[in-house]
């Protein structure tokens, strides 16, 4: 095998490998494995002890794996929609008290630019960990939430003193001048 065929074997299998791990993210199953190995490992006290998170009072486990991937098309299971809205194990859920600019459907494209910030905002508040605590369901069913992070702030309350959401409820759209 010459050598620029060899090179392209490895290109190929590279691009179809990171084409098998989107398509795992996509239908959740890369969330599944996540959890499975976190249930298998353990986190350590700095007297050297192992704890286990789930039931230890007062620990409180970092998100899983890093940043929360932001959500693509397929099924989702556990990603961040924009700056106001997610998924977590399957179940939608939306910030309370809160209004973040439209990813989606923005009015104008200023709202659009506020919106890739705002999501990407809480996407780096998210990766160093947090909790989410239900507070009902909103008109659409989706559950109502706040999000505490590791460091004990309100994620939507930093959001809103950044200038990248509004509280809510509210009338009109700072972001297109309405």
């Known amino acids: 095998m010459s050598r620029s065929a060899g090179d ?5 299998a590279v691009f179809a490998g990171a084409l098998f ?34 039931t230890e009072p007062g620990v409180r486990p970092a998100a899983r ?12 299971v556990t990603c961040l929609v924009d700056g106001d809205t997610g998924w977590a194990g399957g179940t939608k859920w939306r910030l309370l008290n809160i209004d973040a600019p439209e990813v989606s459907r923005p009015e104008c494209p200023r709202e659009r630019l506020f919106a890739d910030q ?25 559950e109502l939430v706040t999000i505490t992070l590791s460091d004990g702030r309100d994620a939507g309350a930093v959001l809103i003193a950044e200038g990248l959401v509004q509280p809510w409820p509210n009338s009109g759209n700072p972001w297109c001048g309405r």
């Not at 392209?8 to 190929?12: H, I, N, R, T």
């Not at 780096?124 to 989410?132: M, R, T």
């Open 8 to 12: 392209a074997l490895v290109v190929a």
């Open 21 to 54: 791990l989107g398509r795992m993210q996509e239908n959740g199953a890369l969330d599944a494995a996540f959890a499975a190995i976190e249930r298998h490992v353990a986190i350590f006290t700095d007297q050297g002890r192992a704890i286990d998170p789930t």
């Open 65 to 76: 794996w890093g940043a929360l991937p932001l959500c693509s098309s397929g099924k989702r």
């Open 118 to 142: 705002a999501t990407r905002r809480l996407q780096a508040l998210l990766a160093s960990g947090y909790d989410l605590d239900g507070d009902g369901h909103d008109r659409y069913g989706r």
